[in-house]
């Protein structure tokens, strides 16, 4: 079967992939996306396709205006590709999730497994610390601060109260 399109490197795609996050171009980086592509995120949860996956970077980028990720790790066989990665970025654009701008800088590392076919990234697995990235936006309280104090009571009351309901 001849080849109409240039054969890339799993490798390639990927960092092809994350030049066009750095370049905040949503649609630039599900070209990279086969048709049916499927993510799976901590904290989003599975996203089916290249729509979903664009809508979810078109928010991303707008809630996090400065976003930037850097490779700090990359290994690749076959058709997999693995990378450890460092984001930092502010959280000062719209809303993200339903949430508003808290203003609050962000730095986290993660790490993220792509299956790569035929030129196009077919799966990823992105895998980050969720309460870590959610306490730095500030969407939970810092650890060991009175608010967060207040929470983990609330929970533990709560929990308390349906073991008893199930006795």
């Given at each position: 079967m001849p080849v109409t399109e240039k054969s890339f490197a799993p490798s390639e795609v990927i960092r092809t992939a994350v030049?066009?996050?750095n370049a905040h171009d949503a649609d630039g980086i599900v070209e990279c996306d086969a048709e049916e592509v499927i993510e799976d995120w901590p904290m989003?949860?599975?996203l089916d396709g290249r729509a979903a996956v664009r809508d979810h970077f078109a928010s991303l980028l707008a809630a996090v205006p400065d976003l930037?990720?850097?490779?700090?790790?990359m290994v690749a066989e076959g058709d997999a590709v693995f990378i450890h990665w460092h984001a930092t970025g502010t959280f000062t654009g719209?809303?993200?999730?339903?949430i508003a701008a808290t203003g609050r800088r962000i730095d986290i590392r993660g790490n993220d497994y792509f299956t790569v076919?035929?030129?196009?990234?077919v799966s990823a697995f992105i895998a980050f610390d969720g309460?870590?990235?959610?306490?730095?936006a500030g969407?939970?309280?810092?650890?060991?601060?009175?608010?967060?104090?207040?929470?983990?009571?609330?929970?533990?009351?709560v929990t308390a109260i349906r073991h008893r309901l199930r006795r």
């Open positions: 030049e066009r996050l989003v949860g599975r930037h990720l850097d490779i700090e790790r719209a809303a993200f999730n339903g076919q035929d030129g196009k990234i309460m870590d990235y959610a306490i730095q969407v939970l309280p810092a650890r060991g601060t009175a608010p967060d104090r207040v929470m983990t009571a609330v929970v533990n009351a």
